[in-house]
């Protein structure tokens, strides 16, 4: 079985630059989530999709920050425009369905904002 | 609100030693805990995983009790190994959503 895959997997960018992470899940997984983790921290949820609907984006900087699954699939999550402090590695996991699935991660895209 | 505070790093240990890595949470729910570990240049595995309070989650020789009354999932394996070598995250969620991860530990076991 195929897992969560991410590309970029490195991104170097300048400040107030956009950039977009593209995520696909394991197939079948209704369930998808975008982390951000800055380095020396554990990751913090950004947004959790249910198929294609947002269940959960109160960690959002939506002023720069927007998320989209279309088609309840793929996910790509954008920034527009960059600060230095986005630095990050930005994770993506799907999981299956039921709260006691498990969740699985992707390699995570690396940005470093300058 | 919901968190979870982990034992801070860097842990080193010589192989064959005994660990424990420390792990308490604040939940308003009824949370599930896990351990999550990364293993150098890996994404992030869970590792094992309790639903509920008096649940062992165990895998691999790490064992992990939901203590309900002390509200801590710690972390333990009798004998580590360098294979260990990792950064371990305690987590929680409530009802399989919002997630929120501890600080991460390092550990780093020497022959």
């Known amino acids: 079985e195929a897992g969560v895959a991410q590309s970029p997997r490195y991104k170097i960018i300048e400040k107030r630059q956009s950039v977009a992470f593209w995520c696909n899940p394991i197939?079948?997984?209704?369930?998808l989530y975008w982390y951000q983790q800055i380095l020396g921290q554990g990751p913090k949820l950004l947004i959790q999709?249910?198929?294609?609907?947002?269940?959960?984006d109160s960690q959002l900087p939506k002023d720069r920050f927007s998320a989209e699954r279309l088609k309840g699939v793929d996910s790509t999550l954008k920034i527009q425009p960059a600060k230095l402090e986005d630095s990050a590695v930005y994770l993506c996991?799907?999981?299956?369905?039921?709260?006691?699935?498990?969740?699985?991660f992707g390699p995570g895209t690396r940005l470093t904002v300058l | 609100g919901n968190s979870v505070t982990q034992m801070e790093g860097p842990v080193t240990l010589s192989e064959e030693a005994f660990l424990t890595i420390n792990c308490t949470y604040t939940?308003?729910?009824?949370?599930?805990l896990f351990w999550y570990v990364q293993y150098p240049g890996e994404g992030l595995q869970l590792l094992l995983k309790?639903?509920?309070?008096?649940d062992k989650g165990s895998n691999k020789g790490f064992e992990a009790t939901y203590r309900k009354e002390t509200t801590s999932f710690h972390l333990e394996k009798g004998s580590v190994q360098v294979s260990d070598s990792a950064v371990y995250f305690c987590?929680?969620?409530?009802?399989?959503?919002?997630?929120?991860f501890g600080t991460g530990t390092s550990l780093t076991v020497i022959p």
């Open positions: 996991a799907s999981r299956l369905s039921a709260p006691t699935d498990t969740q699985y």
């Open positions: 197939s079948g997984h209704a369930t």
């Open positions: 999709f249910q198929n294609n609907g947002v269940v959960d």
């Open positions: 939940a308003t729910g009824y949370p599930s």
């Open positions: 309790a639903t509920k309070a008096d």
């Open positions: 987590a929680l969620s409530i009802a399989g959503n919002q997630f929120y």
